[in-house]
């Protein structure tokens, strides 16, 4: 069974506007949670991240929001650019485990146009 | 800056032969890790290795041998390649230390199995 899900394959905004991906999780154990873009042909990228003492980080025009009552999460972007069309994945980690590894989403497709 | 380096960047294999890939990193990271991706599938975890000699199985470890002989280096070899294992494939690092440590990827190895 899944643990991380995104539910949306795809996302399509207009440039300029606000692009929402969403994150939901199932163990309440995840104390860690990640953002990567990811661009055909090449890997992912660490984007941002936020522990569960948090609900909220922001880097420029990324925010991800925490609501650990919900297990869920999610990555704003505002103002939407066309070079942020890429796929992006969470993932969740649980740094009280005795080693470190992240659970990762199926990934959600992003697309700006301009 | 070469970060973490995967070779080759493409493979196409017969069933049944085996081949070696290379992962190395420059960042002095203690974690490595062996993912693949398939389509609609997100990243799943191959192997993983906490330290120089160490390994363990991830989530989809069958048909899969690693070794960590160097800490700058992990290894994935498939013994008898096989055309379930037709993927694209990713090596990624991290630091030791709990908290947040995101992983850093490659850029991949696509390997076609015939």
């Known amino acids: 069974d899944q643990q991380v899900k995104q539910n949306s394959p795809s996302l399509s905004v207009q440039e300029g506007r606000i692009s929402i991906l969403n994150c939901d999780y199932t163990?309440?154990?995840?104390?860690?949670f990640l953002w990567y873009k990811k661009y055909p042909a090449e890997g992912p990228t660490f984007l941002i991240s936020?522990?569960?003492?948090?609900d909220k980080n922001e880097d420029g025009r990324f925010t991800v929001f925490l609501n650990k009552s919900a297990k869920h999460l999610s990555l704003h972007i505002v103002p939407s650019q066309p070079g942020d069309s890429a796929v992006y994945f969470c993932?969740?980690?649980?740094?009280?485990?005795?080693?470190?590894?992240?659970?990762f989403g199926k990934g959600t497709l992003l697309t700006v146009n301009p | 800056n070469a970060g973490v380096t995967q070779t080759p960047k493409f493979r196409v294999l017969k069933t049944g032969q085996s081949m070696t890939l290379l992962c190395a990193q420059d960042?002095?990271?203690?974690?490595m890790y062996w993912y693949r991706q398939d389509p609609g599938m997100g990243l799943r975890l191959i192997h993983y290795?906490?330290?120089?000699?160490?390994?363990a199985k991830g989530e989809v470890p069958d048909g899969y041998n690693v070794s960590r002989l160097k800490k700058q280096n992990f290894l994935l070899g498939l013994e008898s390649a096989a055309p379930s294992q037709t993927s694209v494939y990713f090596c990624?690092?991290?630091?030791?230390?709990?908290?947040?440590?995101?992983?850093?990827f490659g850029d991949g190895t696509r390997l076609s199995i015939l």
């Open positions: 936020i522990s569960s003492i948090k």
């Open positions: 290795s906490v330290g120089e000699g160490t390994t």
């Open positions: 960042m002095n990271h203690e974690y």
């Open positions: 993932a969740v980690g649980d740094s009280g485990g005795s080693n470190y590894k992240l659970t």
């Open positions: 990624a690092s991290s630091y030791r230390d709990r908290g947040n440590q995101p992983q850093h």
């Open positions: 163990n309440s154990m995840f104390d860690y």
